[in-house]
């Protein structure tokens, strides 16, 4: 199946984004499929610039993500990390791990997103085209609920595809694996994705992403207690300290002492190893100084 199937039957052109109108996004969107990488990085950075702006989502950021998905689902598609990167961000923006665990109600009820009609938002879109006209009463507000109401559908539009990323886990490139297990963090915890993320092995790096989204999803710690416990004693450095590090969040004080002691000597190391992608901006030293912080241990 072609992934960009249906691209040009879209109204591209009356979806707002950062710069007006998005008609260039069908473009963009074919261009990451060129044999060129200096005209697939040229499209990347523009169709980022086209549905991003400092993380803000707009009306377009949702209507990208279906496709980006199929491009990454594709093992033909070349960039398939970077692509990864990009779908993260438009279905989560900034977000740090302070949100975890995510909750959407929460996160999208500041500006009343939810009551926001098609009229509004249309005005919306009609006023920030053209910011010399009058502006209606509480535009500033109506604004503030048509950016909420963007983000929460771009987040909605990732979160819809869950099945696809749980299957990512497997995929043959490590770095969309490990990317896969840290959007997962940020989605409702099915039993076949935390099922999928307790077995995830197709790396070092995926098995060390799948740990530390096990260590944020509020899964019961009976589901998890032998996996991490077995994995203390793993091969792979990274894959001990995040297993302990998960074990500190999900099982606290009833935690394997060896799981301590891998903490503690974590802490105690001059060099500590790289984070997998999609946790790499993360500061591993910080982490563990939150789970021995979490057994009241610092």
């Not at 594709?74 to 665990?101: F, K, M, N, S, V």
């Not at 100084?289 to 241990?297: E, N, P, S, T, W």
């Amino acid at each position: 199946m072609d992934p960009l199937s249906g691209l040009h039957e879209m109204a591209w052109a009356s979806l707002r984004g950062p710069h007006h109108s998005s008609e260039d996004v069908p473009t963009q969107l074919t261009a990451l499929r060129s044999a060129d990488p200096v005209v697939r990085g040229r499209a990347l950075n523009a169709l980022d610039g086209a549905v991003l702006h400092q993380g803000t989502r707009w009306q377009v950021s949702a209507h990208v993500v279906p496709f980006l998905v199929r491009l990454i689902d594709d093992p033909g598609t070349p960039d398939r990390p970077d692509l990864t990167a990009l779908l993260r961000e438009i279905g989560l923006g900034d977000r740090r791990d302070q949100d975890l665990p995510f909750d959407p109600a929460t996160a999208f009820g500041r500006y009343g997103a939810e009551t926001v009609t098609a009229e509004q938002e249309n005005l919306v879109v009609e006023l920030m085209s053209d910011l010399e006209q009058e502006h209606v009463e509480d535009w500033t507000d109506l604004a503030n609920a048509c950016a909420e109401k963007w983000e929460a559908d771009a987040y909605r539009a990732t979160a819809a595809r869950v099945d696809v990323y749980r299957r990512w886990l497997d995929d043959d490139h490590q770095e969309v694996a490990s990317q896969a297990a840290e959007l997962l963090t940020w989605l409702t915890p099915t039993d076949p994705v935390v099922a999928a993320l307790l077995t995830a092995e197709r790396s070092d790096a995926v098995r060390a992403s799948a740990n530390l989204a096990l260590a944020h999803l509020n899964v019961s710690p009976a589901a998890v207690a032998e996996r991490l416990t077995s994995l203390l004693r793993h091969h792979s450095l990274v894959v001990r300290i995040t297993a302990a590090i998960t074990a500190a969040y999900r099982l606290g004080p009833d935690l394997p002492g060896e799981a301590l002691d891998i903490l503690i000597g974590a802490k105690e190391r001059e060099t500590l190893p790289a984070f997998p992608r999609g946790w790499h901006r993360r500061a591993q030293r910080g982490y563990v100084a939150l789970a021995l912080q979490r057994l009241g241990l610092d």
